[in-house]
């Protein structure tokens, strides 16, 4: 079963998705802000990348945990790291070549090891005998390449004595169990240096990326924002760089602060990884999907079950239909470069991009939702329908009101599409060319006298 297929199979037909959320706390955007989200929000496309000494072990980036790999030995594996292939450059040409708008990569991940020049540890890329700042070669190559960076940053830390009391990871870390008082407060601050060296340090960020805090599962939701102290940590980092979107992968209602919302694994509304049971979906955010092209986030040496293009592209118009961006994931050998069968998916996308594009970026969710043939997204006067599954006909009800005249229907290949429509209701009925295999997304536009 392909993936849309399976994704579909535990959707209804054209279902309105879960809860939605339109209310917020007393934080509010400033207009920098408000603009970074549109802007956000129209880009569509973004590429994740997990990348630490963990890829040198090959088994993603929960092997300490995993593997039950105590602190004193895992944290040898940074004297070793020396990714000799590293080129910021070439990532940044592959990646743009994909179609992709942002890169959003690992500043620090739940190891604790900094991929950044940070002065607030040692546990650090430049204290390896690869010695260069990862994170300042890849902002140089953005800014150079125009090309939006974002940072993902851990809340959760499987290496510092001072993340106490220890959550529900991290346990055979070999950490001391006991702490003097207050070693809490100094994690937070912690944070807050690193938090401050990233956003003075690398040019303008896009976004900081969160993720971590179901550690303290055990606290209730009400609670986290104290625990973690967002609302000091929001503030730092609007103050910093007021235009950098705050996003926290939590898989909660988004807290006060925060700028997008983020669904793991999952469109928005659907809840097949488990992640997004709770979570509902706001409708003031920008809402952005992150999603592995293999199954793993880190570099797993034996995971070769790569989604195809035709896969991932689907997955595009999933969460474009349901006006959200996708994150898509690339987990970069120990040696510096790309899997080769990344590489080839994103020239692909970006293939497929070049000529459909117009139907992804820059617009809304449509007013379909999804249905067994595919889902719709819309921008002004005009409505995409992307044809995932073959169907002999699309039927549009109480969509676009009769008096809004169609003035033009076509596929993005060029086809004449034969529309017939009730007058009084605006009814529609869409006849779908026979024999689409072979197009991943078989686009028809039409084209209305008004916004629709
Ligand atoms: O950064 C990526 C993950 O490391 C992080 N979020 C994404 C973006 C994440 N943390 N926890 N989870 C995701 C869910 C936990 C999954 C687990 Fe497992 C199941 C941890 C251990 C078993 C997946 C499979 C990771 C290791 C094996």
């Known amino acids: 079963m392909s993936l849309f297929k399976s994704i579909l199979a535990s959707a209804l037909i054209c279902v309105a998705a879960a809860g939605s959320i339109s209310a917020q706390g007393s934080y509010v955007p400033t207009p920098q802000n408000v603009q970074s989200r549109q802007e956000f929000d129209s880009m569509r496309f973004g590429i994740f990348i997990h990348w630490g000494i963990y890829s040198m072990l090959g088994q993603g980036e929960w092997v300490q945990e995993v593997s039950q790999i105590p602190y004193s030995e895992y944290s040898k594996l940074a004297d070793g790291f020396c990714p000799s292939k590293f080129s910021a450059d070439e990532w940044v040409d592959a990646i743009k070549s994909s179609g992709a708008k942002y890169i959003t990569i690992t500043s620090r991940h739940h190891d604790g090891f900094s991929m950044f020049d940070t002065k607030q540890s040692s546990y650090k890329?430049?204290?390896?005998?690869?010695?260069?700042?990862?994170?300042?070669?890849?902002?140089?190559?953005?800014?150079?390449?125009?090309?939006?960076?974002?940072?993902?940053?851990?809340?959760?830390?499987?290496?510092?004595?001072?993340?106490?009391?220890?959550?529900?990871?991290?346990?055979?870390?070999?950490?001391?169990?006991?702490?003097?008082?207050?070693?809490?407060?100094?994690?937070?601050?912690?944070?807050?240096?690193?938090?401050?060296?990233?956003?003075?340090?690398?040019?303008?960020?896009?976004?900081?990326?969160?993720?971590?805090?179901?550690?303290?599962?055990?606290?209730?939701?009400?609670?986290?924002?104290?625990?973690?102290?967002?609302?000091?940590?929001?503030?730092?980092?609007?103050?910093?760089?007021?235009?950098?979107?705050?996003?926290?992968?939590?898989?909660?209602?988004?807290?006060?602060?925060?700028?997008?919302?983020?669904?793991?694994?999952?469109?928005?509304?659907?809840?097949?990884?488990?992640?997004?049971?709770?979570?509902?979906?706001?409708?003031?955010?920008?809402?952005?999907?992150?999603?592995?092209?293999?199954?793993?986030?880190?570099?797993?040496?034996?995971?070769?079950?790569?989604?195809?293009?035709?896969?991932?592209?689907?997955?595009?118009?999933?969460?474009?239909?349901?006006?959200?961006?996708?994150?898509?994931?690339?987990?970069?050998?120990?040696?510096?470069?790309?899997?080769?069968?990344?590489?080839?998916?994103?020239?692909?996308?970006?293939?497929w991009l070049s000529r459909y594009g117009e139907s992804i970026y820059s617009t809304d969710g449509g007013p379909t939702g999804e249905c067994e043939w595919g889902v719709s997204t819309k921008k002004g006067n005009v409505l995409y329908l992307h044809v995932i599954n073959q169907i002999s006909e699309i039927v549009l009800d109480g969509m676009v009101p009769a008096k809004n005249k169609l003035k033009e229907s076509v596929s993005l290949d060029g086809d004449t599409i034969t529309v017939s429509r009730d007058k009084k209701t605006g009814k529609m009925t869409v006849k779908v060319p026979e024999n689409l295999a072979g197009n991943p997304d078989y686009v028809i536009r039409l084209t209305f006298q008004n916004n629709i």
């Open 125 to 351: 890329i430049t204290n390896t005998p690869f010695g260069r700042d990862v994170l300042k070669e890849l902002s140089e190559a953005c800014q150079k390449k125009g090309i939006r960076l974002h940072f993902y940053y851990s809340h959760l830390d499987w290496g510092r004595d001072d993340y106490y009391p220890i959550g529900r990871t991290g346990h055979a870390s070999g950490r001391s169990s006991v702490q003097p008082s207050g070693s809490w407060s100094h994690y937070l601050s912690f944070m807050d240096e690193q938090l401050k060296e990233l956003l003075t340090g690398y040019g303008p960020i896009g976004a900081i990326w969160f993720d971590g805090i179901w550690d303290k599962d055990e606290f209730p939701r009400e609670e986290q924002p104290k625990i973690w102290n967002f609302a000091h940590q929001y503030e730092l980092i609007h103050s910093l760089q007021p235009s950098c979107l705050v996003g926290n992968n939590h898989h909660l209602v988004p807290f006060d602060g925060e700028d997008i919302q983020i669904f793991e694994r999952d469109v928005p509304g659907h809840n097949e990884a488990g992640y997004s049971a709770d979570n509902g979906i706001s409708t003031i955010m920008p809402l952005e999907t992150c999603q592995t092209m293999n199954g793993s986030w880190g570099y797993r040496i034996t995971d070769k079950d790569y989604k195809s293009t035709a896969d991932l592209i689907h997955l595009l118009a999933m969460t474009s239909g349901k006006g959200a961006n996708l994150l898509l994931n690339i987990g970069p050998r120990p040696d510096g470069t790309l899997p080769d069968e990344a590489v080839q998916r994103l020239h692909e996308m970006g293939q």
